[in-house]
C-alpha cells in the first residue's frame, strides 16, 4: 500500500528521492537528472538507497517500481525466479502466513547474502557437497519455528520416528534462537504496523 512523503521523505540524509511523473518519467533530485529503469537497477547493485515518489500525489511507489524492476529482469532473458517458486509465493497471498512471509523472505536473502563469499568458496574449492544444502536448512528451520510459533499444534509429530535419527540437541538450540529471532521480527513488525 502506498503511503504519503513526510517530512523526513525530501532527500536529506543518505536516501537520494526519485519523482515518478505521469508521463512514466523518473527524476533523480539528487543528480537534477532523468532516468531510466535501469538506472534504478544499477542503484540497487551499488547499495545506494532511494526511495520513488509519485511526483503528483507524494506516495511511495519504491515498492511496485523495484517490482516493476525485476519483472523487466525476468522478461529480458535474466530469469531468476522459478516458476515453482512463483507459483508458491503467489499462493501466499491471502493466506494466513502472508504477513510471515516478507521477513521469512528478507532473513532468507540476508542469510544468503552473507554466506555468499562462503558459496563461492566452496564452489571454486570444488567442494562436492551441495554448499546451498546449510542455507536451505537453516531456511526449513526458520520456517518450522515460524510454523512452530505462530500456528498452533503445527508440529503434528513430536516423536522421533525408527527410521528417524535422534534429533540432535545443536539444531534444538538453533531452533530456539530461530523462535526467538521470529519473536523479535514479530514485534518490529508489529511496532511498524501501528
Same mark, same amino acid.
Given at each position: 500500500m502506498?503511503?504519503k512523503a513526510?517530512? $523526513?521523505d %525530501?532527500?536529506t540524509?543518505?536516501?537520494i528521492i526519485?519523482?515518478k511523473?505521469?508521463?512514466?518519467?523518473?527524476y533523480?533530485?539528487?543528480?537534477?537528472s532523468?532516468i531510466?529503469?535501469d538506472? #534504478?537497477?544499477?542503484?540497487?547493485?551499488?547499495?545506494?538507497?532511494?526511495?520513488v515518489l509519485d511526483a503528483? $500525489?507524494?506516495?511511495?511507489?519504491?515498492h511496485?517500481?523495484? %517490482? =516493476?524492476i525485476?519483472?523487466d529482469e525476468e @522478461?529480458? /532473458? /535474466? =530469469?531468476m525466479l522459478?516458476?515453482s517458486?512463483?507459483? =508458491? #509465493?503467489? /499462493?501466499m497471498? /491471502?493466506n494466513s502466513?502472508?504477513?510471515?512471509?516478507? $521477513?521469512?523472505?528478507? &532473513? $532468507? !536473502?540476508t542469510?544468503?547474502r552473507?554466506n555468499? @563469499?562462503k558459496?563461492?568458496?566452496?564452489?571454486d574449492?570444488? !567442494?562436492s557437497?551441495?554448499?546451498l544444502a546449510?542455507?536451505h536448512e537453516?531456511?526449513?528451520a526458520l !520456517?518450522?519455528a515460524a510454523?512452530? %510459533?505462530?500456528?498452533?499444534?503445527?508440529?503434528k509429530?513430536?516423536a522421533?520416528k525408527?527410521?528417524?535419527?535422534p &534429533?540432535d540437541?545443536?539444531?534444538d538450540k538453533?531452533?530456539?534462537?530461530?523462535?526467538?529471532q !521470529?519473536? &523479535?521480527m =514479530?514485534?518490529? #513488525?508489529?511496532?511498524l504496523g501501528k
Amino acid at each position: 500500500m502506498a503511503r504519503k512523503a513526510n517530512a $523526513s521523505d %525530501t532527500g536529506t540524509g543518505d536516501t537520494i528521492i526519485i519523482k515518478k511523473y505521469a508521463n512514466r518519467r523518473l527524476y533523480n533530485t539528487s543528480s537534477s537528472s532523468y532516468i531510466t529503469l535501469d538506472d #534504478l537497477a544499477k542503484m540497487v547493485r551499488e547499495n545506494i538507497d532511494f526511495q520513488v515518489l509519485d511526483a503528483k $500525489s507524494g506516495d511511495d511507489i519504491t515498492h511496485s517500481i523495484l %517490482t =516493476q524492476i525485476i519483472m523487466d529482469e525476468e @522478461s529480458n /532473458g /535474466g =530469469q531468476m525466479l522459478p516458476v515453482s517458486f512463483l507459483r =508458491q #509465493l503467489i /499462493g501466499m497471498y /491471502g493466506n494466513s502466513m502472508q504477513s510471515l512471509m516478507p $521477513s521469512y523472505l528478507e &532473513a $532468507s !536473502m540476508t542469510n544468503f547474502r552473507e554466506n555468499q @563469499s562462503k558459496i563461492r568458496e566452496a564452489f571454486d574449492k570444488g !567442494m562436492s557437497a551441495n554448499p546451498l544444502a546449510a542455507i536451505h536448512e537453516t531456511n526449513m528451520a526458520l !520456517m518450522r519455528a515460524a510454523a512452530e %510459533t505462530l500456528i498452533p499444534g503445527a508440529r503434528k509429530d513430536t516423536a522421533v520416528k525408527p527410521t528417524q535419527p535422534p &534429533a540432535d540437541k545443536t539444531s534444538d538450540k538453533e531452533i530456539a534462537a530461530l523462535r526467538d529471532q !521470529m519473536a &523479535a521480527m =514479530q514485534k518490529k #513488525l508489529d511496532e511498524l504496523g501501528k
